[in-house]
């Protein structure tokens, strides 16, 4: 299609982790290939798994897949450049340290060059860091490298403890939401220094403020900062201090869930998923309750699971239930009726009669706000069609790419 580069990743199973890989400049041979990290269930659409189920011994793989990002017809196309096996159930999200780790040439003698440190939340209750070599010294060719996991270099394990959502503080602090609506900070770098085998208490933060499964975790920015928002199933968002443990400001609380959030820090503000819709609230920390009230964005019609946000840029990018992918701009407003505009991307469409799923871009679809039967509901769609819905969506460390 003129003027639209993409791609479309079939990856066999449902995608809960989704992450690219932060390149550092200085040391990048190739700035148009990037490296993007997928995980998920091993099962599509008919596989399910309760909030505090713990896995044993379920076998699955971490996926790290290479292409191209410029926007010529040339560009390279997606392929499948490392597989990591490992035995530590589902992947409910992962997450690279967001700078100083990526290398092509190895910086200890002896050693693979890094392509990162990847953090990831599994369904065995615990969540690892794991030093990602890079495909580049291990392939042979364009062949697909298999690697299997004996050991990693962190891990995180809580009794009774299941951790969901994981978020990078700068490249020192690892947020972490379980289940039952506590929240950790590691201090993961002082936990990568020495020999994997020297357990040390690296925690320097614990709240059990929320009352649900936390669902989301933002911190103020890219760089190292003491602040961070959280949300989750008690529909409660809340702000964190890390330099006090008793400070901890309440944006808002509503008879649902609150399964993202994201922070602008450039913006100053939040972005906040709702049942069909994405909100915002300014914050300022003199004092940090000094929260204005919320602004709704309209542009779904089902329930909003994932909102990204890019330093580059104003754009918030958010996915349903019902497989449309939007993009809106907070600072362009309809000067009539003050709403904020949103730009249909695509939207998904599963055809049950013939078993296939389509594409439509946005240009051809219709927001489903337009509809009026939409708003003849009480309520909408929790879940409309599973093999439709967008469980994430992130946005890549460039002025121009958000990804699906």
């Known amino acids: 299609m003129e003027n639209r580069r993409?791609?479309?990743?079939?990856?066999?199973?449902s995608i809960f982790g989704l992450d690219f890989v932060p390149k550092r400049p200085s040391v990048d041979s190739e700035p148009s290939v990037a490296y993007l990290a997928v995980g998920g269930y091993r099962g599509a659409h008919e596989e399910h798994h309760t909030l505090n189920e713990?896995?044993?011994?379920?076998?699955?793989?971490?996926?790290?897949?290479?292409?191209?990002?410029?926007?010529?017809?040339?560009?390279?196309?997606?392929?499948?450049?490392?597989?990591?096996?490992?035995d530590y159930g589902v992947v409910y999200e992962l997450?690279?340290?967001?700078?100083?780790?990526?290398?092509?040439?190895?910086?200890?003698?002896?050693?693979?060059?890094?392509?990162?440190?990847?953090?990831?939340?599994?369904?065995?209750?615990?969540?690892?860091?794991?030093v990602v070599p890079h495909p580049k010294a291990i392939q042979k060719g364009q062949e697909t490298v298999y690697l299997r996991v004996e050991a990693v270099r962190s891990t995180f394990a809580y009794p009774r403890i299941n951790c969901r959502?994981?978020?990078?503080?700068?490249?020192?602090?690892?947020?972490?939401g379980s289940?039952?609506?506590?929240?950790?900070?590691?201090?993961?770098?002082?936990?990568?220094?020495?020999?994997?085998?020297?357990?040390?208490?690296?925690m320097i933060y614990h709240s059990n403020q929320h009352e649900g499964s936390v669902e989301s975790i933002a911190w103020y920015g890219s760089l190292e900062s003491?602040?961070?928002?959280?949300?989750?199933?008690?529909?409660?968002?809340?702000?964190?201090?890390?330099?006090d443990v008793s400070t901890i400001g309440e944006v808002c609380r509503v008879t649902g869930t609150r399964h993202a959030v994201a922070w602008k820090p450039t913006m100053g503000v939040f972005f906040l998923s709702n049942d069909n819709s994405v909100q915002h609230?300014?914050?300022?920390?003199?004092?940090?309750?000094?929260?204005?009230?919320?602004?709704k964005h309209i542009g779904h019609s089902s329930q909003v699971w994932s909102i990204s946000t890019s330093e580059f840029h104003?754009?918030?990018?958010?996915?349903?239930?019902?497989?449309?992918?939007?993009?809106?701009?907070?600072?362009?407003?309809?000067?009539?009726?003050?709403?904020?505009?949103?730009?249909?991307?695509?939207?998904?469409?599963?055809?049950?009669?013939?078993?296939?799923?389509?594409?439509?871009?946005?240009?051809?679809?219709?927001?489903?706000?337009?509809?009026?039967?939409?708003?003849?509901?009480?309520?909408?769609?929790?879940?409309?069609?599973?093999?439709?819905?967008l469980c994430i969506i992130i946005g890549m460390d460039l002025p121009n790419a958000f990804l699906r």
């Open 226 to 243: 003491c602040f961070f928002a959280s949300t989750g199933r008690d529909g409660r968002t809340l702000v964190h201090d890390l330099r």
């Open 95 to 130: 997450k690279w340290c967001p700078y100083g780790a990526y290398e092509e040439v190895s910086s200890v003698q002896g050693t693979w060059p890094k392509l990162g440190i990847l953090a990831a939340a599994f369904g065995d209750g615990t969540v690892r860091l794991l």
């Open 6 to 13: 993409g791609f479309i990743i079939r990856t066999g199973g």
């Open 179 to 202: 289940t039952s609506g506590s929240i950790m900070v590691q201090n993961a770098m002082l936990s990568l220094v020495g020999s994997p085998s020297v357990r040390r208490n690296t």
């Open 314 to 389: 104003d754009c918030i990018a958010s996915g349903s239930t019902d497989g449309y992918f939007n993009i809106m701009d907070p600072t362009l407003t309809r000067m009539k009726t003050r709403t904020q505009l949103h730009r249909i991307m695509y939207k998904l469409v599963w055809n049950e009669a013939t078993s296939t799923l389509r594409y439509i871009d946005g240009k051809y679809v219709f927001s489903p706000v337009q509809d009026a039967n939409v708003w003849g509901y009480a309520s909408h769609p929790i879940l409309s069609v599973q093999r439709v819905s």
């Open 165 to 176: 959502s994981i978020a990078w503080g700068g490249h020192s602090f690892l947020a972490m």
């Open 281 to 295: 609230a300014s914050v300022s920390f003199d004092p940090i309750q000094s929260i204005t009230k919320l602004t």
């Open 54 to 86: 713990i896995q044993s011994g379920y076998q699955n793989a971490l996926q790290i897949w290479r292409y191209g990002q410029t926007t010529g017809l040339d560009t390279e196309k997606p392929s499948l450049a490392m597989c990591i096996l490992h």
